[in-house]
């Protein structure tokens, strides 16, 4: 039971997680441009940024780490069911040798 809560719980904040990378996104291009700045070269920094549409290229990518994230935490929650409902039988049998 302790397993299922905590698949659930990640389960829950998978989406939030991921919302927020996304949001960090473009804060985040501002602070390494504004770095760029103080280096000199924020213009090409700038004009780079704006080309990679890094807002755009993020939220592209949020759909189908969504649908790993999420699809991989169900074989792990399974693969962690199956090994705890397997664990009491095979501990019985070795106890019997």
């Known amino acids: 039971m302790i397993w ?6 990640v389960w829950a904040l998978v989406d939030p997680l991921l919302a ?6 473009g804060p985040a ?14 213009n ?14 993020v939220g592209w990518a949020v759909g189908p780490v969504h649908l790993l994230a999420k699809g991989g935490l169900i074989l792990v929650w399974l693969a962690g ?3 705890l409902i397997a664990l009491p039988i095979i501990l019985r049998r070795r106890s019997r040798w």
């Open 44 to 57: 090409e920094v700038s004009a780079l940024r704006d080309a990679a549409n890094v807002d755009g290229l």
């Open 81 to 83: 069911s199956a090994k």
């Open 4 to 9: 299922s809560l905590l698949a659930l719980g």
């Open 20 to 25: 927020w990378a996304a949001g960090m996104a």
């Open 29 to 42: 291009t501002d602070l390494g441009v504004g770095f760029a700045r103080w280096f000199g070269l924020g």
